[in-house]
């Protein structure tokens, strides 16, 4: 996508203010450059509410799950992770001991979305 962005936005906004410092109008009237002006900041305020603006335009009904993956993936979000989000809690299983072992408060096992093997005892004995 192109930038959507036609509005020119400032690098040069000033960093240096200091207490107390006087404001004008221009800049000029307080001795200072043109950014310190309130005009020009004001005017840079609305420009960067004009380019929130043809971002959001550009974008349309556009959601974060219709945005690609990758640069060089175009699947969307939504479609890369409809597989995960759809997958159910993983099953729980008794985990079978050998004679002479037990586990007073149970053991259990289960495989994890992601094809782990997670053993949960309360203590084999």
Do not use: F
Not at 76 to 85: E, F
């Amino acid at each position: 996508m192109d930038n959507p962005i036609t509005t020119s936005l400032p690098a040069d906004l000033p960093t240096n203010w200091t207490q107390y410092q006087v404001v004008s109008p221009n800049g000029t009237e307080a001795g200072l450059d043109e950014q310190h002006g309130y005009n020009y900041l004001m005017t840079q305020v609305n420009n960067a509410q004009s380019a929130a603006k043809e971002c959001g335009e550009a974008l349309g009904d556009m959601t974060g799950a219709d945005i690609p993956v990758s640069g060089s993936d175009d699947t969307p979000v939504s479609t890369a992770l409809s597989n995960k989000a759809d997958v159910g809690a993983p099953q729980s299983y008794t985990l079978p001991l050998s004679t002479g072992w037990s586990a007073p408060n149970g053991a259990r096992y289960q495989r994890t979305q992601d094809n782990m093997v997670v053993v949960t005892t309360g203590g084999i004995q």
